[in-house]
Nanobody
Framework: QVQLVESGGGLVQPGGSLRLSCAAS????????MGWYRQAPGKQRELVAH???????NYADSVKGRFTISRDNAKNTVYLQMDSLKPEDTAVYYC????????WGQGTQVTVSS
């Protein structure tokens, strides 16, 4: 069973940046479409970005131009660079395949607040 471990979250002021990491236990990163998801309090989990096996990326409209997804196949790790953060980006962030296949990890909390 693949394990996904997210890290890099924290408290940041509006306009700030964070870089999230997702380490996978297997080589899934190099062969699957990987996605970053988020779930805000009282809301459903949503996909915010994904990157295909060939490197094509796609973003939700709400984060387009501010977030960048990337991956390092050698490290079996997916990243999410988040810039120009807004309070509405506050959520727990998770990674998984797209569509999600594996058990969700613990996620990493991102809080954007002054």
């Amino acid at each position: 069973q693949v394990q996904l471990v997210e890290s890099g979250g924290g408290l940041v002021q509006p306009g700030g940046s964070l870089r999230l990491s997702c380490a996978a236990s297997g080589s899934i990163v190099r062969i699957a479409t990987m996605g970053w998801y988020r779930q805000a309090p009282g809301k459903q989990r949503e996909l915010v970005a994904h990157i295909t096996r060939l490197g094509s990326t796609n973003y939700a409209d709400s984060v387009k131009g501010r977030f960048t997804i990337s991956r390092d196949n050698a490290k079996n790790t997916v990243y999410l660079q988040m810039d120009s953060l807004k309070p509405e980006d506050t959520a727990v962030y998770y990674c998984n395949t797209n569509p999600n296949t594996f058990v969700w990890g613990q996620g990493t909390q991102v809080t954007v607040s002054s």
